[in-house]
């Protein structure tokens, strides 16, 4: 399997960032941290080892970056105002460095999933609804897709506008719409421990009030909230795209 190591300094973040990229051909996975941790959380946790046939046979390529959530929700040390602005960085970092590296790693404009766990399934399903011009889909795993569950009860214009549970249902341009019509968008979470099911139907709900065709798939009651289980989602929902 290809696997290469890539970093550039972001001007957005004003820090050294890097991606990992496994594999040749296919549509291209971007995959997202669940909390603080590095581009590397997926190959750990045996999560790229789970994806090696789906990679190795061709079916896609998938990248791995880093998140800034140490530098923005989960530290506490911030005042909630910089922590709202990092984020907007971070969005930036995304869209417009991530995204044309991979177009560009893959000569192309390839079709980009987004995908992550935990909070990365909020920064994966966020990122496809604020540019759904840009990406393809999204498989997103036992998130919630409020962002005030992260603020401490801070809110402000920023914080709307990455909260998903908040801006969708107020969602009204039908261009915007339109173009979230035609993605591929699943909503996957379990059962069992710490798992948010709730969380799950809820945006299920305000997606189907949109008339935004998705898919909500709700696993069982012994699935936690843990990685045995993402490695089992992310192969299966990815494997019948």
């Known amino acids: 399997?290809?696997?290469?190591?890539?970093?550039?300094?972001?001007?957005?973040?004003?820090?050294?960032?890097?991606?990992?990229?496994?594999?040749?051909?296919?549509?291209?996975?971007?995959?997202?941290?669940?909390?603080?941790?590095?581009?590397?959380?997926?190959?750990?946790?045996?999560?790229?080892?789970?994806?090696?046939?789906?990679?190795?046979?061709?079916?896609?390529k998938v990248y791995s970056i880093n998140s800034i959530n140490r530098e923005s929700?989960?530290?506490?040390?911030?005042?909630?105002?910089?922590?709202?602005?990092?984020?907007?960085?971070?969005n930036g970092y995304v869209s417009e460095e991530v995204a044309p590296f991979i177009f560009n790693d893959c000569k192309g404009h390839v079709p980009i999933i987004t995908s992550g766990a935990s909070l990365g399934a909020l920064h994966a399903l966020n990122t496809l609804f604020r540019r759904p011009d840009l990406f393809a889909g999204t498989v997103a795993m036992s998130g919630v897709y409020d962002l005030k569950t992260y603020t401490k009860g801070y809110w402000d214009e920023d914080v709307y506008f990455n909260s998903p549970a908040d801006y969708v249902p107020n969602l009204n341009d039908e261009h915007i719409l339109e173009q979230l019509r035609q993605k591929r968008i699943i909503i996957a979470s379990g059962q069992g421990a710490y798992e948010s099911p709730e969380a799950a139907k809820h945006f299920s709900w305000i997606l189907h009030t949109k008339g935004i065709p998705h898919e909500l798939d709700l696993w069982g009651y012994d699935m936690p909230h843990d990685w045995p289980t993402w490695r089992k989602m992310l192969p299966y929902f990815l494997s019948r795209m």
Request: glycine letters at 6%; one cysteine or more; hydrophobic letters at 40%.
């Open 73 to 90: 929700w989960l530290n506490d040390e911030m005042h909630p105002r910089h922590k709202a602005i990092r984020h907007q960085q971070y």
């Open 1 to 60: 399997m290809r696997r290469e190591i890539h970093s550039w300094w972001s001007p957005r973040l004003n820090k050294e960032m890097e991606i990992v990229a496994y594999g040749h051909y296919g549509f291209a996975v971007l995959l997202f941290p669940t909390a603080a941790a590095d581009f590397l959380e997926y190959e750990r946790f045996q999560m790229i080892d789970a994806l090696a046939p789906l990679i190795e046979g061709g079916h896609c």
